[in-house]
């Protein structure tokens, strides 16, 4: 399978407890996307790299949140002393070329659980 | 903050039959696209309409674009079960179309 992985699937954390999670993009695609997603919401843009420069971060992207994506390959991102508002879907996304000329590509996302 | 909004917020219709999806966005935009989202999983790519095209087709899905409005509908033809999902409209970030803003969605259930 080619397409855009992420790992884990789902995860469980205590309040308090860091985690990180794994993206993997397309291998050709040099643009990469996280999103934060609700239940009953759309996708909420958290960060975006060009290859390994994160060029924009939402305000949502507080300091406990940081991203990575080091050599341009895969990326994490890691939440630090996690609250329970924190549970949500995180959602990664790649794409070719800039995303106003074409489709991103979505990973299966990573569930987070904070109890 | 999302940049677009879809009407109606749920619809729920009969195999068959046809669904339309409303988005409206805020700004300027350089193009639109529309995704499915079955539960729980990742988003799909419906189709992209450029700022300066105001209708496409892929398959059983028509999209229409009114850049003086701005507002985008979908429409589904001859709706099918597998077609439950929520659709989303997703419109540039920015003017350097950096990345895609995603409105909240429209759940589409349909029923056999």
């Known amino acids: 399978d080619t397409g855009v992985s992420q790992n884990p699937r789902h995860k469980i954390t205590k309040r308090g407890q860091n985690v990180t999670f794994r993206c993997d993009p397309i291998?050709?695609?040099?643009?990469l996307y996280w999103y934060r997603q609700t239940l009953g919401q759309g996708p909420e843009f958290l960060t975006y790299f060009q290859n390994e420069a994160q060029l924009e971060k939402s305000r949502l992207l507080s300091d406990r949140f940081s991203a990575e994506r080091p050599k341009g390959s895969f990326s994490t991102l890691e939440i630090q002393r996690t609250e329970q508002g924190d549970s949500a879907m995180y959602l990664c996304?790649?794409?070719?070329?800039?995303?106003?000329?074409?489709?991103?590509?979505f990973g299966q996302g990573t569930r987070l659980t904070v109890v | 903050s999302q940049q677009g909004e879809e009407d109606p917020q749920a619809l729920s219709i009969q195999e068959g039959e046809n669904a339309t999806m409303n988005c409206s966005y805020k700004?300027?935009?350089?193009?639109l696209q529309w995704y499915r989202q079955n539960s729980g999983r990742g988003l799909v790519h419906l189709i992209l309409i450029r700022s300066n095209e105001r209708e496409k087709h892929s398959g059983r899905l028509r999209v229409t674009l009114d850049t003086s409005k701005k507002s985008s509908s979908l429409l589904i033809t001859a709706s099918r079960a597998a077609d439950t999902a929520s659709y989303f409209c997703?419109?540039?970030?920015?003017?350097?179309?950096?990345?895609?803003?995603f409105g909240k969605g429209t759940t589409l259930s349909v029923s056999s």
């Open positions: 291998s050709e695609h040099n643009r």
């Open positions: 996304a790649s794409s070719p070329r800039a995303a106003m000329n074409t489709e991103a590509f």
């Open positions: 700004t300027s935009i350089n193009n």
């Open positions: 997703a419109t540039d970030f920015n003017q350097a179309g950096t990345a895609l803003i």
